[in-house]
C-alpha cells in the first residue's frame, strides 16, 4: 500500500516540460554564480527534470551559448604551454 505523504514543495514546471539548449536566459536559471548547475533540492526539479536541465546546460554550453565557469576563470589568460621537443633555426 502506498503511503500518503504530501510532497514538501510544489514544481513550477509540469512533469512534461521540455527546458530548451537554444534558450540560455531560461537556462541561467538553474546555473549559481560559480558557474554550477545547482541540485534538484535547490532548483525544485524532480530527477527526470533535473537530468534534462543538465542535459541542456551542458549541450548549450558546448554550443558556447553559455560560459563554462566562473567569469574569472573563462577570462583568465592562459600562457601558451611550450613543446617539450627542441626547435631548429
Known amino acids: 500500500m ?8 510544489r514544481q513550477e514546471f509540469s512533469g ?3 527546458f530548451d539548449y537554444k534558450d540560455p536566459i531560461s537556462l541561467m536559471r ?5 558557474g554550477k548547475i545547482t541540485p534538484s533540492r535547490i532548483s525544485k526539479l524532480s530527477v527526470a527534470q533535473q537530468k534534462r536541465v543538465a542535459m541542456a546546460v ?3 554550453r558546448n554550443l558556447a551559448l ?3 565557469g566562473m567569469p574569472a576563470y573563462d ?3 592562459r ?3 611550450v613543446s617539450p621537443v627542441p626547435f631548429e633555426v
Open 79 to 81: 600562457v601558451e604551454t
Open 58 to 60: 551542458k549541450k548549450s
Open 66 to 68: 553559455l560560459p563554462i
Open 16 to 18: 512534461d516540460h521540455v
Open 30 to 34: 538553474f546555473i549559481g554564480d560559480g
Open 75 to 77: 577570462t583568465f589568460h
Open 2 to 9: 502506498k503511503k500518503m505523504t504530501r510532497s514538501k514543495y
